[in-house]
Structures are given as structure tokens and as C-alpha cells.
């Protein structure tokens, strides 16, 4: 009976006073319980009214196994007293970091967005003074990355990651990188290695594409000519192989005309061309490099290619009689009309008696000198277009 007693104050305590009386009715039934008596042994007759009470309420009252089932619920109650606690929450996470560039420097002002990647959970941070950012209460279990934006800077992301309970991440290395941009790089030249590259293209223009038209400069900003590049565009020009084609086919015209006055036949054809390779060789390089070479002015045609025509054809119809000086001023062409003199003066070395003389001189002087005229109109208007390397230029 102690035990039955000891099991029912134990369950007072734990659940309270709703089983308060139930236990106190059991312990009163326990206490005035009467002995059992085998009812075949009593005689036959109509019951006590008590007895039929008892029996009556005996279905209201709890009997002996009802308590032991209520007492053995108890223990399970003792047992287990997980049922009767409420799970605590999950212990939240924090992140926290610093927003440098790729140079260390400090980023303020940049935006944090810590983003799941499971559910639209966001949240958004802004780095203070010192580039340092927080996000606090974060679910943990849940993958996450963060994004980083500031101002004429790339965007950074970091790697997905998963947060534990009570964790305290710090995220390192974030270092946002300047914007992709072109850049531009300026190279500097002495002034030698630009003529050298000029050169290099005026030896690649000629007419339809095939007759010279080395001594022409169509670059807006020419630079003046070593010694060297001046001796360089007369080798160029005199051994091209349109050249001797041109000779070839000029001392046909001059043997069908019969000028100089050489015989015909093909002696007379090879004296003429031996003369023909002789005026243009000593033109070209008395006027294109020796004379301009001693007195520092340059050989070529400087293409103008703006302005009004009258300005244009008055620049080209002055080209045979004024240059410009290597120090980049105009000078009387002396080199130009200079050479035109000498190579006439030489070629009475080997034309004949008969078309030798100062006044012969004078005369193929002043043709030639028209023929430059009439060649600079020509190439200010005409020329360039017909030059394949010059129009890709323009």
C-alpha cells in the first residue's frame, strides 16, 4: 500500500492537481477494501442494497487497474521528460569582413548582399569607413553566398558556403578589381626611326600599282630625312625595274624620232638606252640625294590634299621651285633645280657633237623643269587616287 502511495504522490507532483482526486478516491478504496469472499460459497438470495450500490458504482469509480494504468503512464512520464520540454531554437551564425581593392586600399560605401541559395532570404549591408561589414542572426543549414558592388569597381562573389550553428565566419580576401578597359599605350620614337618607317611606305606606292611614285610624302606630319633614307629612296627609285622598262621604251620613241643623234639600228637603240640610264641616274641622285644632302633640303613632293584648288595648284606649281629645309622651313629648291643642271651639264659627255652645247643644256633645263611642273598638278589631283598604298592611308 506504501508503494501505491509513494507512485500517486509522484504523479501529484508531476502533472498536477487534475489527479489529485482520483488518487485520493484510490488510496480511500485501497484502505477500505474487505477481504474477498467466493460467492458459490454464499447462499442463495437477493443481494444487500450496499452490495448493489457498490456494484452500481463500480463502473463510475476506478477499480484497481485503472490506477496501476494510470501509474505506469506516470512512469513513462518519468522516464521520458523530453514530452513535457519544448524544443529550444537553433542557435543563430554571423558573417562579418572587409572590403579592400587589389592594392589593399580601404572600399567604403561598398554593397553587401548575403543571399540564400535555397529560398529568397536576403539581406543587404553597406561597409562603413574602415570597408568593414556585419550580418548578424543568420540561419545556419542554409547555403549562402554574399556579392560585393562598389563604384568604378568590379563586382566580387564569394563561394557558396554553409554556416553551423553559433558560427562566426569572417570572409577573407576580398579584393574587387578595377574595371576591364582598353588601354592605351603610347610609344615614343626617336625621330630617325619615324623617317625610317615613312620611308619604308613611300617605297611601296606606286601608280595602279605598278609604276613608282617613290619622292611623295602623303603623311600629314613629315619628318626630314637622314642622309642615308635620301640616298636610300634614289637607289630605290633609279634600279627599279619599271624604270629600266621606262629607259627601254623612251629610246624606242627617241630612236623612231631620231633624237639624240645617234645612228639607228641597234647600236644607235643602245646608245640610246646607255643615255637614257645615264640622265635618269645622275637626275635622280644628284637631285634627290646629293644636292639635298649637302644643302639639308628634301627631295619629295609634299601632298597638301586640303584647302581650296586654287591653293592646292598654286602649292603644287611652286613644289619645283621652293622645298622644304630639313629644319622644316621653305627654301629655294636649289637641289631640285640644281640637279636638273648638272645632269644636263654631264650628259654632253656622251650625247653627240651635235646635241651638245650650253644652249642645249638650258633647253632640256627648262623642259625638264615644265615636266616637274606639269607632274606636281598631276599628283596633288590625280596620283593619289591612283595609288593603291595612298588611299589606304587616307
Not at 29 to 55: C, F, K, M, W, Y
Not at 288 to 305: K, M
Not at 307 to 331: E, F, M, V
Request: proline share 7%; net charge neutral; charged share 15%.
Amino acid at each position: 500500500m506504501k508503494l501505491y502511495f509513494s507512485r500517486a504522490l509522484s504523479l501529484v507532483l508531476l502533472v498536477g492537481a487534475a489527479l489529485v482526486a482520483p488518487a485520493a478516491r484510490v488510496c480511500a478504496q485501497q484502505r477500505l477494501a474487505i477481504p474477498t469472499v467466493d460467492e458459490n460459497n454464499l447462499p442463495d438470495g437477493p443481494r444487500p442494497q450496499s452490495d448493489a450500490i457498490s456494484a452500481q458504482s463500480g463502473d463510475e469509480r476506478p477499480g484497481n487497474g485503472q490506477v496501476e494504468g494510470n501509474t505506469a503512464n506516470a512512469d513513462e512520464q518519468l522516464q521520458n521528460p523530453q514530452q513535457f520540454i519544448a524544443p529550444l531554437p537553433m542557435p543563430t551564425a554571423s558573417i562579418s569582413g572587409t572590403v579592400t581593392d587589389v592594392n589593399g586600399g580601404i572600399v567604403g560605401g561598398a554593397t553587401i548582399a548575403l543571399e540564400s541559395a535555397t529560398s529568397k532570404e536576403k539581406q543587404t549591408a553597406v561597409s562603413n569607413e574602415s570597408g568593414a561589414f556585419q550580418f548578424e542572426n543568420v540561419k545556419s543549414g542554409t547555403p549562402y553566398q554574399v556579392t560585393i558592388a562598389a563604384k568604378n569597381l568590379q563586382n566580387w562573389t564569394s563561394p557558396a558556403f554553409v554556416l553551423k550553428p553559433g558560427q562566426y565566419l569572417f570572409l577573407t580576401d576580398i579584393k574587387l578589381r578595377p574595371p576591364d578597359a582598353e588601354v592605351s599605350v603610347t610609344v615614343y620614337a626617336t625621330q630617325e626611326q619615324i623617317a625610317t618607317e615613312q620611308v619604308r611606305v613611300e617605297e611601296k606606292q606606286r601608280v595602279l600599282g605598278i609604276f613608282p611614285n617613290f619622292f611623295v610624302t602623303y603623311d600629314p606630319h613629315p619628318v626630314p630625312l637622314t642622309t642615308k633614307l635620301k640616298y636610300r629612296l634614289a637607289f630605290k627609285a633609279s634600279t627599279d625595274p619599271v624604270t629600266f622598262l621606262g629607259v627601254f621604251f623612251m629610246a624606242a620613241v627617241y630612236q623612231a624620232g631620231d633624237v639624240p643623234d645617234y645612228q639607228q639600228g641597234w647600236n644607235g637603240y643602245a646608245q640610246r638606252v646607255g643615255a637614257g640610264l645615264a640622265d635618269t641616274t645622275t637626275d635622280i641622285f644628284l637631285g634627290g640625294a646629293v644636292l639635298p644632302s649637302l644643302l639639308h633640303q628634301d627631295p619629295r613632293y609634299f601632298y597638301q590634299g586640303t584647302g581650296t584648288k586654287k591653293s592646292r595648284a598654286l602649292h603644287a606649281l611652286s613644289s619645283p621651285y621652293i622645298c622644304k629645309g630639313d629644319n622644316g622651313k621653305t627654301q629655294p629648291n636649289i637641289s631640285s633645280l640644281g640637279g636638273d643642271l648638272a645632269s644636263g651639264a654631264i650628259s654632253n659627255l656622251y650625247y653627240p657633237e651635235t646635241n651638245r652645247g650650253l644652249g642645249l643644256v638650258f633647253e632640256g633645263f627648262a623642259v625638264t623643269t615644265g615636266v616637274r611642273t606639269v607632274n606636281a598638278l598631276i599628283q596633288e589631283f590625280v596620283l593619289r587616287k591612283l595609288t593603291p598604298s595612298a588611299r589606304q592611308t587616307n
